[in-house]
Nanobody, 125 residues
Framework: QVQLVASGGGLVQAGGSLRLSCVAS????????MGWFRQAPGKEREFVAA????????AYADSVKGRFTISRDNAKNTVYLQMSSLLPEDTAVYYC??????????????????WGQGTQVTVSS
């Protein structure tokens, strides 16, 4: 079982930036696809971004393409989500996720092997 600890959330004005981090306590971190999901109040959890084991491929939800960038550092067991040009509709709890399979943008919450605890991102207008 992978333990994931996310951090970096906070309150930011529209148009601002934040970087989320997620540290995994797992020796075989580099063998897992990593990603981020988010859940806004009253809404279902949705896919945001994913990155393959080597970092060679990424996938994004259409709503964040061109604004968010996912990356990973396998030496630090960490995955990042750089968020720019933030919008009020980006407000949500952001969860990091792990899976042994890369599903691309079709990664559903049901296919997540392990979840982080979530970090709140609030974007004010």
């Amino acid at each position: 079982q992978v333990q994931l600890v996310a951090s970096g959330g906070g309150l930011v004005q529209a148009g601002g930036s934040l970087r989320l981090s997620c540290v995994a306590s797992l020796r075989s971190f580099s063998s897992y696809t990593m990603g981020w999901f988010r859940q806004a109040p009253g809404k279902e959890r949705e896919f945001v971004a994913a990155i393959t084991t080597s970092g060679g491929r990424t996938a994004y939800a259409d709503s964040v393409k061109g604004r968010f960038t996912i990356s990973r550092d396998n030496a630090k067991n960490t995955v990042y989500l750089q968020m720019s040009s933030l919008l009020p509709e980006d407000t949500a709890v952001y969860y990091c996720a792990a899976s042994p399979v890369f599903y691309g943008s079709g990664w559903s919450p049901q296919r997540v092997r392990s979840w982080g605890q979530g970090t709140q991102v609030t974007v004010s207008s």
